[in-house]
């Protein structure tokens, strides 16, 4: 017994040892500034523990008072992680941590919500720098996002070229685009508001491909696209773009920053304007729709005590596009005379994010508003409409358990939406214009095992009046086996309601007619995506692989049902299942001579099974591959650029005894760019353009050519374009097959090779 008291009476003394603790504190700045550095992770294994800075950039730490020093690890991103022995006689410790330049660039938020590393991310996400889209200068980004792999632009209608982005072969529908991480395009903006997005306010494009819904809800379901907006913080300037081609398309883009006291803000504006009349295949239609379109964009940020977080940006758009008959003129708008389709667009958007001031807490309020007005006419048919957005959303990041990082999140959506079809009239046929709520909170806990495992855990309820209560859970594993190779598994579930017209445009141009054959459900899903990164460095400089294998199972999938009659569009819940399974390959190579190499393809497989019977999903080739070469020859200060992409067939909507090929064939699109930069020199024996690029501070002159080997359609893209107002649709002389005007043929635009040259002034 005497032993056993001895016993517990040590073990009491090293407890009571144990528990008496000391404080140490420290503060952490910023190596360059000075600036207190709010929220950065500092962690200790022995004893273990961990705490955030506050917005002061101080700390403090519980210790054992036996311990005399501990060895800490500050990180926070953007900054160089730093490990150092701190001892507890010392009053208060200064920390400064050094801005790491490259890992500011591959700062992430959209996998996760939250500002981490791109290697840090449990969730796989590509990032896109404004130069890699310069290397083939398109108009809008939704044009310039066809480099991207497993990403494509697809064009719906011949006549008035609306589109959406498909990513790894799910539609349009099913992919949600932000801006500055505000489900701003959404409904009727998927369809013409995606072309009004300029180059000039990206800073970045983050692309998820694969489950969102657990944070973001509906139409996350295939992916995400997030345009991160330049920051007007950055280094004042202003920047000039503008370029043109042999087709007569003119773009402009101008960009301005500066400071207000204690405000800093940024202004864009794009103006793109096509006017020339192209008819290549002879069917006395516009091959490319006429376009003038104005998107101005005005972001502010403003200083706050503490380093949080105000900003808000404005962007509106304006757009007058015409597609049609050769000869179609304004006056003829909305008559059957000559058919033409006009579209009149105006939008404008409000984006904010607000930092509540709550000492030593990230709370964040996030907001967005749009309104968009659309004045149309598909021949003779109108269509009047008015779509408004609200959407507000409050975030609370935490970090908990020494090991935890959790994120809470609210937020409610309201939508309101009329027009003159259908869509909005009830039982009696007069107009209810829809008015739909949608509330939701989520949970999302990124547990830290150790260096190697991570696992980030997240889920969604919504409330939807018409469907009830949905739950979107989802998973994702990382796993470092060393410093070179990255594994990640993701899997998750989502839903998505339906809209029609973003669903498919076609719903209103020719002659088919939109049927609801049942009360329609909401679609979901169930998805699973594999991705494996390696890291290599050789002698010759250093690759980047990236492979992903993909499967989503779909319950309910609204399809828009065009074979069962050619004169309508059949919308009903499949009564079976839908699969969207496949692979993707990408890889980057950056050689020590300057040359950069950028080469991937995507291998997908999306069919619909109903009554036993597999179909595969129109307008979804089975290969996609992009490719991108850029080469500097440092001696003449030129840059060479050549890229690329590849199509499969796919399968296209065809007639009954229609005697156009069902599937389209394989093709390929290539441009090439010689890029001239003209640096500033000292010399004084300069010519008159020197000196001009010397007071701006740097010039950019660029030319080359687009679809380089002329490609373009051979088919007849528009089904009896002679007889567009289905006139003589009954005429059993003209018209034996039974045929119906029908604009929806598409797999590539009718666009032949041509040039362009354009020039970028940036004024320091």
């Given amino acids: 017994m005497r032993k056993i008291g001895t016993l517990l009476l040590v073990f009491f003394h090293i407890g009571l040892a144990w528990a008496q603790t000391s404080i140490l504190k420290g503060r952490i700045t910023d190596a360059q500034t000075g600036e207190p550095l709010a929220f950065a992770t500092v962690q200790m294994s022995v004893p273990p523990g961990g705490t955030l800075s506050d917005t002061t950039g101080s700390f403090s730490l519980q210790i054992p008072e ?10 926070l991103v953007g900054y160089i992680r730093q490990s150092i022995f701190l001892s507890v006689s010392e009053k208060a410790a200064d920390i400064r941590l050094a801005p790491d330049e490259s890992n500011l660039k591959e700062v992430v938020v959209t996998g996760t919500m939250k500002e981490m590393r791109k290697s840090d991310s449990p969730v796989p996400v590509e990032v896109f720098s404004p130069k890699f889209f310069l290397r083939n200068p398109t108009p809008s980004l939704f044009d310039a996002i066809q480099m991207v792999n497993g990403v494509r632009p697809q064009l719906q209608c011949n006549v008035c070229n609306t589109g959406d982005i498909h990513i790894n072969g799910m539609e349009g529908p099913y992919t949600m685009v932000l801006i500055d991480g505000m489900p701003i395009v959404s409904g009727l903006s998927t369809v013409y508001g995606l072309s009004g997005i300029p180059n000039s306010v990206l800073q970045r494009m983050e692309v998820v491909k694969g489950p969102a819904a657990s944070l973001y809800g509906s139409e996350a379901m295939g992916g995400l696209i997030n345009i991160i907006t330049k920051d007007p ?33 940024l202004l864009s504006a794009n103006y793109f304007h096509f006017s020339e009349r192209w008819d290549i295949n002879d069917d006395n239609f516009t091959d490319v729709t006429l376009q003038k379109r104005l998107s101005i964009f005005n972001k502010w940020r403003f200083e706050r005590k503490d380093n949080r977080i105000a900003s808000v940006a404005f962007r509106y758009l304006w757009e007058d596009r015409y597609g049609g008959e050769m000869q179609w003129e304004p006056r003829w708008r909305g008559t059957d005379s000559i058919y033409g389709e006009s579209i009149l667009t105006n939008r404008y958007e409000i984006i904010g994010n607000y930092q509540l001031p709550i000492e030593n807490q990230k709370v964040l309020f996030s907001f967005s508003y749009n309104r968009h007005h659309q004045d149309s006419y598909y021949g003779d048919v109108p269509y009047l409409a008015d779509q408004r957005i609200g959407f507000g959303q409050l975030t609370w990041e935490r970090h908990l358990w020494q090991r935890h990082d959790v994120l809470f999140g609210t937020g409610a959506r309201y939508t309101f939406y009329d027009d003159n079809t259908p869509v909005t009239a009830n039982n009696n046929l007069e107009n209810a214009p829809q008015r739909v709520w949608l509330p939701g909170v989520f949970v999302q806990d990124e547990w830290t095992f150790n260096k190697r495992w991570k696992l980030l855990s997240g889920l969604r309820w919504d409330h939807d009046k018409r469907h009830g209560n949905i739950l979107s859970p989802r998973l994702n594993l990382k796993y470092d086996p060393d ?4 594994l990640r598994l993701s899997a998750g579930s989502g839903f998505r309601v339906v809209n029609v017209f973003s669903e498919d445009h076609a719903a209103l141009t020719g002659g088919r007619q939109v049927v609801f054959a049942e009360e329609l459900e909401p ?7 594999l991705n494996y990164t390696r890291f290599q460095n050789t002698g010759f400089g250093f690759i980047n692989f990236d492979a992903t294998v993909f499967y989503t199972y779909f319950f309910n999938k609204i399809i828009a049902d065009y074979d069962a009659d050619p004169e309508k569009i059949i919308y009903q819940n499949l009564d079976g299942y839908a699969e969207n399974m496949g692979f993707s390959l990408n890889s980057d190579w950056n050689f020590t001579n300057g040359l950069k190499a950028m080469a991937g393809f995507t291998l997908m497989d999306v069919s619909v099974v109903e009554s036993g019977r597999r179909a595969w999903q129109i307008h979804t080739p089975h290969f ?10 440092t001696k003449w200060n030129l840059t060479l650029d050549y890229n690329g992409h590849l199509t499969s067939s796919m399968r296209l909507p065809v007639f009954p005894n229609d005697y156009r090929p069902e599937q389209s064939p394989w093709f390929s699109i290539h441009n090439i760019q010689v890029t001239w930069k003209l640096k500033s020199r000292g010399s004084s024996d300069l010519t008159t353009f020197e000196k001009l690029s010397n007071l701006a501070g740097g010039m950019e002159i660029y030319a080359g050519v687009k ?44 666009q032949a090779v041509r040039g362009f040259a354009g020039v970028r002034v940036a004024i320091k």
């Fill in 624 to 633: 996609t591959g992009n490719w991108s070469l850029s080469y500097p020859i």
């Fill in 707 to 750: 679809n380089l080997f002329n490609f373009y359609p051979r088919e007849d893209v528009i089904l009896r374009p002679h007889d567009p107002f289905d006139k003589q649709a009954d005429n059993p002389v003209d018209n034996p097959n039974g045929y119906t005007f029908d604009p929806s043929y598409n797999y590539a635009p009718v």
């Fill in 483 to 486: 410093s070179e190779n990255t």
């Fill in 523 to 529: 679609e979901r899903t169930w998805n699973a995506n």
């Fill in 233 to 265: 913080a950055d280094k004042p300037e202003i920047r000039l773009d503008l370029n043109g081609t042999t087709y007569g398309e003119y773009n402009a883009d101008a960009a301005g920053s500066l400071t207000l006291g204690n405000a800093k803000t």
């Fill in 66 to 75: 036996s311990i005399e020093k501990v060895k800490v690890s500050v990180s």
